[in-house]
């Protein structure tokens, strides 16, 4: 890098140092001290991203297999959908699936406990300020879907894992 | 004090690690307490002028410095400025947790450096400034776009049937009930606990912040007040109440629980189905007789 990089690079990253913001990693991610909901709030991001990727990952393979089916002067057969299923038949993209399966359930449903959160509902009621002063938007109802989405979400992919492992693949 | 230099890598940035002498002190000798040191490792920040290439700008700093049952994490950190530093920068004034002056960044967690205790934190403590505040130097930020964040939802009460500037020495009438709806948001002491702690202020400068959205909510909660459409049309948008997603961070940090994530809410569901309960809402009357106290203009 020659001296005027290393000069741009300097003042960047003086910029960076005195603006101080916590950034992705710090203020999304670094949820491990945090309190529950702080939790819950990473997990939807990532879940989110996780099955973004996947509907675009999802979109192109069935796209692809589609046009293959749909063109005549190849045949037409459906023989290029039986291989992309046949290549996806295994444990590694089970596995794949069964990931998917958990975070759209997760991310279903504590969508859901942030509509009634924003309704102003199941995050308890104003109070005056009164010893031990719990935030009571903390302990009210969202708290405990909060808990029962995540118990839910393991039920259901205990399913997922039957109908993909024990069905699927003939476990 | 030996100065041992280590490399490290930290949030995109180089920082240099320097470690300060173990002398013990006689901090507890007053108290009698049983006595034990924490290892405090803070950060510390250097505005250099821009041909200053000396040194880096950013590095952490470790001092063993001696405790006792009662010891506070400001007690600390002056202790390191009386003792062992007297360049580390931070600020404090009441040192009993009404200020709110002293909020760091402790372990990880944003708290009051004055209300909290260092035994609560283990042996090695690491400090850090509040995050999303613009450095100044060492644990100190600059609060400026915080205030002026506070200032933008109006944190004043709104007559514009009444005029209540010069001479006025009137009263409005409150019961005790309508002053529970908002007592507790009125017991914010405007640290920055929140701000720090919240994560879309960590990616969004233009988010208002925890704060000044509780503030907002104070307000329209007030009996008295006849301000509250002005002030939903300021919160009701993308950098305001809706980029909230209700991590609950701001809430769970307040020294003085305070509820803002409990007051974000409300403010939206007050922005998409109450507005019309808000038109309709009429301030407060004001009592019969004036203020004995106050002298008419």
Known sequence: MDAAGKEVLKVLTEILERKNNAGVYRGWLKFWNRNWERWLYAMHRITGVGVGIYLVAHIWETSYSATAFLDVSNGGSPVVWTNLMSFLSNEFFHTGLLLVALASVFHALNGVRLIFAEQGLMIGKVKPPTFPMIPSSLKGGQRYFGIAIVIISFILLVYAFYQLFIIGLGW | ?297
């Open chain 2, 1 to 297: 004090m030996g100065n041992e230099d280590h490399s490290h890598f930290s949030g995109g940035l180089t920082l240099t690690e320097n470690d300060h002498g173990s002398e013990q002190s006689a901090l507890s000798e007053s108290t009698g307490n049983e006595q034990s040191t924490v290892k405090l490792r803070v950060f510390r920040y250097k505005n250099l002028p821009k041909d200053d290439t000396s040194a880096p700008s950013t590095s952490f700093d470790t001092f063993q410095v001696p405790i006792s049952n009662g010891t506070t994490l400001l007690d600390a950190l002056i202790y390191v400025k009386e003792k062992l530093d007297p360049t580390l920068t931070f600020r404090y004034s009441c040192r009993m947790g009404i200020c709110g002056s002293c909020g760091v960044n402790a372990n990880g967690k944003e708290k009051l450096a004055c209300k909290t205790q260092v035994k609560d934190l283990g042996e090695n403590i690491e400090v850090r400034p509040l995050n999303n505040l613009s450095l100044i130097r060492d644990l100190t930020v600059d609060f400026k776009p915080f205030i002026e964040k506070n200032v933008k939802v109006k944190p004043y009460l709104v007559r514009n049937d009444v005029d209540v500037d010069g001479g006025f020495n009137r009263e409005f009438r409150q019961t005790p009930d309508e002053l529970n709806q908002y007592l507790m948001f009125a017991n914010c002491l405007m640290c920055g606990l929140c701000y720090s702690a919240c994560p879309t202020n960590a990616t969004d400068e233009l988010y208002l912040g925890p704060q000044a959205l509780a503030r907002a909510y104070r307000y329209i909660a007030d009996s008295r007040d006849g301000g509250q459409l002005e002030r939903i049309e300021i919160v009701d948008q993308e950098h305001a109440a809706w980029s909230c997603h209700f991590a609950g961070s701001c809430s769970d940090v307040c020294p003085k629980g305070v509820d803002p994530a409990f007051a974000i809410q409300q403010l939206k569901a007050l922005a998409l189905r109450k507005q019309g309960l808000l038109k309709r809402k009429k301030p407060s009357p004001l009592v019969e007789r004036p203020r004995e106290s106050v002298n008419p203009v």
